[in-house]
């Protein structure tokens, strides 16, 4: 089975925009920017992205169409102002002196040949005849850039805003592919190489595999998979995640004069020992590059790593060098993107499904179509937000996409004359599996149930996490028991299954004497899970596995738990304002909190955890430290919380009133600033010496000059 899809039109959206007046410009703004901002953050900073590629930079272009339209109602905050997005805060900020840039888009083979055009109509005389270009795969995972001073690696960090990107070297470091020694004489005394940290598919697969068996959610796609290992505060993770990387441009250069072209720069990164992608090749006028840009697209499946697109760049330098920029892209580059594995088909239905925390989401009913081999019927609609920015409707001809992703999602509407015709999406006001009030939060995409305690729904999706191996591990408590046990009205909440009886199981379907005495067994054995697990379980909303962790470390109880204020949870490194809220709104709700009491009661243990560094004698309250660089022993997460723990504060960036800047190996401008604000220096050894009772560092123990530069 094939299907044609209906190409992406410009024509047709430069149409629609033209027939915009200012008013209704306006109010697609206020839909486009403020999804457009919120798609961009789910991308960049969270790793989880809810539309496709395509679909973002088909909306993108219609932002900037309404924009070169209206100059007068550009927002602030439109994207167009912007390159990617902040850094997390849990890593440590890592600046670009060369900033990274993005590429602007071409969609078709016409716009390939306007850009080629455009090029030559900047140049001029300086580049008469036919221009080359290095056209290149573009990779699909997370841009890095690296930094060797005399051939050694001293920092990495991601592109972040363009800027300031986030400090990931604990991770580059433990990246196979990435030479922490180049090779070969001469060598610059500073480089920064910029390249793709990316996944092979067959180590994703691998590494979804390995997660499944554990008891972990697989990661989505490749991309997001390496985006968010790279992000990884803990290397040991990183480590065990098959990332790998090729260098596709030069950043800054110190003491050493690089060819006068693209490809040249790319074979000497090359010959210092930096992967480069063989597949990179020159090719001459646009209908050279073209022809490249269909060869790759014809290989792109068979290359064994994701790629979206390719870049085109002018390969001379001196070229490239007189084109310049625009706002936050080079003139002399752009990203000619593939599209993703997708099919067209008509949207039947659009339903509404109930997950564990009351989450409302849409679900397009589809008329069933293969998408890569894959017979899709189903797929993501998100939520509200989505649903309008795409402009669904029951009836409509959508493009579906997986593109490497587990669940299949409705890319872009194909709009036709009918379009506006057909009935747009009604969203419930009861929950459709209780009948119980939707809420919708304000600033939040998200319809909720509002009924936390018994919504069967909510219910049935709370069990299945309370007994999953990263929570309380119950054998034998698998889904279709669960919806037996709900169904017959058993199991009302949580604690209800510590107060199953052999009675009430013997009379199930598919449950024998022996199944159900293993069931009541691993219900017993899951009362001793450690703090964190049993916290996982509860169900929190934002408190996953690494959450729990933090807060089991640091606190040490579920009594300190539920008794700490905001203030306190903020304390604890990893948690910021949202996640804190949730926490203590959690503790706060009478109904969860009489659920937790029951739980106890019905001898689930929440044994107290040991809190990092207990055993520290050392008092450092209204001490706030600033972590940097690589520790010899302590991981920079273990650092922090054996700090919190004893009672001191961690900051992420150096000011006036961080008191001890702890100081590892490549500590980078982290160390220039505090050495220029005063801010005394330690090392691993001396956080140690403090933390086991000395008030103030020995002198011996400060950071000597080895881990500066
Ligand atoms: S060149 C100034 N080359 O595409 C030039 N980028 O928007 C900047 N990418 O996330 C980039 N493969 O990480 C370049 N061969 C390649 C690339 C490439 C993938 C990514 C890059 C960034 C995005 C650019």
């Given at each position: 089975?094939?299907?044609?899809?209906?190409?992406?039109?410009?024509?047709?959206?430069?149409?629609?925009?033209?027939?915009?007046?200012?008013?209704?410009?306006?109010?697609?703004?206020?839909?486009?920017?403020?999804?457009?901002?919120?798609?961009?953050?789910?991308?960049?900073?969270?790793?989880?992205?809810?539309?496709?590629?395509?679909?973002?930079?088909?909306?993108?272009?219609?932002?900037?169409?309404?924009?070169?339209?209206?100059?007068?109602?550009?927002?602030?905050?439109?994207?167009?102002?912007?390159?990617?997005?902040?850094?997390?805060?849990?890593?440590?900020?890592?600046?670009?002196?060369?900033?990274?840039?993005?590429?602007?888009?071409?969609?078709?083979?016409?716009?390939?040949?306007?850009?080629?055009?455009?090029?030559?109509?900047?140049?001029?005389?300086?580049?008469?005849?036919?221009?080359?270009?290095?056209?290149?795969?573009?990779?699909?995972?997370?841009?890095?850039?690296?930094?060797?001073?005399?051939?050694?690696?001293?920092?990495?960090?991601?592109?972040?805003?363009?800027?300031?990107?986030?400090?990931?070297?604990?991770?580059?470091?433990?990246?196979?592919?990435?030479?922490?020694?180049?090779?070969?004489?001469?060598?610059?005394?500073?480089?920064?190489?910029?390249?793709?940290?990316?996944?092979?598919?067959?180590?994703?697969?691998?590494?979804?595999?390995?997660?499944?068996?554990?008891?972990?959610e697989p990661k989505k796609n490749p991309r997001n998979a390496a985006a968010g290992t790279v992000r990884q505060l803990d290397p040991s993770v990183a480590a065990e995640r098959p990332l790998t990387f090729m260098a596709y441009a030069v950043g800054e250069v110190e003491g050493f004069v690089m060819p006068g072209t693209h490809a040249e720069q790319l074979a000497t990164l090359g010959s210092w020992g930096l992967p480069v992608n063989p597949l990179n090749t020159v090719a001459v006028g646009a209908d050279g590059v073209n022809a490249a840009i269909a060869r790759l697209g014809e290989q792109r499946f068979e290359l064994g790593y994701p790629i979206d697109g390719a870049v085109v760049k002018v390969d001379d330098v001196h070229l490239q060098d007189i084109l310049g920029f625009v706002s936050k892209a080079p003139r002399w580059a752009v990203a000619f993107k593939y599209p993703a594995e997708e099919a067209e088909t008509t949207l039947l239905e659009v339903t509404f499904q109930v997950g564990r925390t009351g989450a409302i989401t849409p679900v397009a009913n589809l008329e069933p179509v293969d998408v890569g081999g894959v017979t899709v019927s189903r797929a993501t609609l998100h939520n509200e937000d989505q649903v309008r920015l795409l402009d669904v409707r029951t009836g409509c001809r959508v493009v579906v996409h997986r593109a490497g992703d587990v669940i299949p999602r409705v890319g872009r509407v194909v709009v036709d004359e009918a379009h506006v015709t057909r009935p747009t999406v009604v969203f419930p006001t009861t929950c459709p599996e209780c009948g119980s009030e939707v809420e919708r939060e304000a600033d939040q995409a998200v319809l909720r149930c509002s009924n936390t305690v018994s919504c069967p729904a909510q219910l049935r999706a709370s069990l299945i996490h309370f007994g999953s191996r990263t929570a309380m591990d119950i054998d034998g408590l698998g889904e279709k028991l669960i919806d037996q046990l709900v169904g017959a009205g058993i199991v009302r909440r949580l604690s209800d299954l510590y107060r199953l009886t052999y009675e009430d199981l013997v009379g199930l379907d598919r449950m024998g004497r022996r199944s159900a005495e293993n069931l009541l067994d691993a219900l017993e054995r899951s009362k001793e899970r450690p703090l964190e697990r049993a916290l996982t379980a509860l169900g929190i909303r934002e408190v996953g596995e690494a959450t729990a962790r933090d807060l089991a470390l640091a606190m040490g109880s579920l009594a300190a738990i539920r008794a700490a204020t905001t203030e306190d949870l903020l304390a604890v490194g990893g948690i910021g304002p949202t996640v804190a809220e949730r926490i203590r709104s959690f503790f706060a709700d009478p109904r969860r909190s009489a659920e937790v009491d029951d739980l106890v009661t019905l001898g689930v243990r929440f044994p107290d955890a040991e809190r990092a560094a207990a055993s520290s004698t050392a008092d450092l309250s209204g001490k706030t430290f600033v972590i940097t660089g690589t520790l010899p022993t302590l991981k920079r997460s273990e650092a922090k919380d054996m700090i919190l723990a004893a009672g001191g504060k961690v900051a992420g960036s150096v000011s006036a009133r961080t008191d001890y800047l702890v100081a590892g190996e490549a500590a980078g401008s982290k160390l220039e600033k505090a050495t220029a604000l005063n801010v005394a220096v330690i090392d691993e050894a001396g956080l140690l010496a403090m933390l086991a009772g000395g008030a103030e560092p020995p002198e011996s123990a400060r950071a000597d000059g080895s881990v500066g530069p």
């Open positions: 089975m094939s299907t044609t899809v209906t190409p992406f039109d410009p024509s047709l959206l430069a149409a629609r925009v033209g027939g915009l007046d200012r008013e209704e410009a306006a109010a697609r703004l206020d839909v486009l920017v403020p999804e457009l901002n919120r798609h961009a953050k789910l991308y960049y900073t969270h790793d989880a992205p809810e539309i496709d590629d395509r679909t973002y930079d088909i909306l993108y272009r219609e932002l900037e169409l309404i924009e070169a339209r209206f100059p007068a109602l550009v927002r602030d905050d439109s994207p167009t102002n912007r390159v990617g997005d902040a850094p997390i805060d849990s890593l440590q900020p890592f600046v670009h002196r060369v900033p990274m840039l993005s590429l602007s888009n071409a969609m078709s083979a016409e716009e390939v040949v306007e850009f080629d055009k455009r090029m030559q109509k900047e140049l001029g005389d300086e580049a008469p005849g036919e221009l080359r270009y290095s056209v290149e795969p573009k990779l699909d995972g997370l841009a890095i850039e690296l930094v060797y001073e005399h051939g050694t690696l001293v920092g990495a960090g991601t592109r972040g805003n363009g800027e300031v990107g986030e400090d990931v070297l604990h991770v580059v470091r433990t990246i196979r592919a990435i030479p922490t020694k180049l090779v070969g004489a001469p060598l610059p005394a500073r480089l920064s190489a910029r390249g793709e940290i990316f996944m092979t598919l067959e180590g994703f697969t691998a590494m979804n595999e390995r997660l499944v068996a554990r008891g972990e």
